[in-house]
C-alpha cells in the first residue's frame, strides 16, 4: 500500500465512508455468495466512497432527533414525533445522510433490501410533502447488489 493509499483510506474513513479493507472485512463472513462477489462488492464500496468524497460529501449517521429528518414531524405540543405513516415499508433500513462540506445539502438515504408496496405508499406521501425521491440501486453503500439505495431530500431545499 502506497502513502497515497493509505492518505485516501484516511480520508474516506474520517469521511464516514468504508475503504476496500473495512468493506471486504464486513462482507467476508457471508458463504452464501458466489465467487468474487465479497471483493467485487468490497471495490464498489470503496469506488463510490472515492466518487462521493471527491465530490464533497460526507457520509454522517441519520438518527431520530436530526432537524430536518423526513420521518419526524412538529407535534401540536411543540414536540416532535417519528411519522410512522412516513417511515412504514422500512425503506429507510441502514439509515445515514450524505451532507455536502461546502454547501451543507443534505440528502437522507435508506438502504433497504427491497422497496415494498408500503414503502412505496411512505415515500409517495413525502413526495406529496415536498420531498424529492430518487432510488437507485446502483448507488447502495451497504451490501451492494443486495440493497437498494432510496435518496430523500426536500424538495424546496430547506435543508441544502
Same mark, same amino acid.
Given at each position: 500500500?502506497?502513502?497515497?493509499?493509505?492518505?485516501?483510506?484516511?480520508?474516506?474513513?474520517?469521511?464516514?465512508?468504508?475503504?476496500?479493507?473495512?468493506?471486504?472485512? %464486513?462482507?467476508?463472513?457471508?458463504?452464501?455468495?458466489? !465467487?468474487?462477489? @465479497?471483493?467485487?462488492? +468490497?471495490? $464498489?464500496?470503496?469506488? /463510490?466512497?472515492?466518487?462521493?468524497?471527491?465530490?464533497?460529501?460526507?457520509?454522517?449517521?441519520?438518527?431520530?432527533?436530526?432537524?430536518?429528518?423526513?420521518?419526524?414531524?412538529?407535534?401540536?405540543?411543540?414536540?416532535?414525533?417519528?411519522?410512522?405513516?412516513?417511515?412504514?415499508?422500512?425503506?429507510?433500513?441502514?439509515?445515514?445522510?450524505?451532507?455536502?462540506?461546502? %454547501?451543507?445539502?443534505?440528502?437522507?438515504?435508506?438502504? !433497504?433490501?427491497? @422497496?415494498?408496496?408500503? +414503502?412505496? $405508499?411512505?415515500?409517495? /406521501?413525502?413526495?406529496?410533502?415536498?420531498?424529492?425521491?430518487?432510488?437507485?440501486?446502483?448507488?447502495?453503500?451497504?451490501?451492494?447488489?443486495?440493497?437498494?439505495?432510496?435518496?430523500?431530500?426536500?424538495?424546496?431545499?430547506?435543508?441544502?
Amino acid at each position: 500500500m502506497t502513502t497515497k493509499d493509505i492518505r485516501m483510506a484516511d480520508a474516506l474513513r474520517r469521511a464516514g465512508f468504508q475503504t476496500y479493507h473495512d468493506a471486504l472485512r %464486513s462482507f467476508w463472513t457471508r458463504p452464501e455468495e458466489p !465467487p468474487g462477489y @465479497v471483493t467485487d462488492a +468490497a471495490r $464498489r464500496v470503496e469506488e /463510490l466512497g472515492k466518487v462521493l468524497l471527491m465530490a464533497g460529501w460526507r457520509k454522517l449517521r441519520w438518527t431520530a432527533g436530526i432537524p430536518g429528518n423526513p420521518l419526524r414531524h412538529r407535534c401540536s405540543w411543540g414536540g416532535f414525533d417519528f411519522d410512522q405513516e412516513l417511515g412504514a415499508g422500512h425503506w429507510w433500513d441502514h439509515a445515514y445522510r450524505l451532507v455536502h462540506k461546502a %454547501s451543507g445539502r443534505v440528502i437522507y438515504v435508506g438502504e !433497504p433490501y427491497q @422497496v415494498e408496496v408500503e +414503502a412505496m $405508499r411512505s415515500l409517495s /406521501l413525502l413526495a406529496e410533502r415536498g420531498w424529492e425521491i430518487d432510488i437507485q440501486p446502483a448507488l447502495a453503500l451497504h451490501y451492494p447488489g443486495r440493497t437498494v439505495a432510496v435518496r430523500v431530500r426536500h424538495g424546496d431545499h430547506q435543508n441544502d
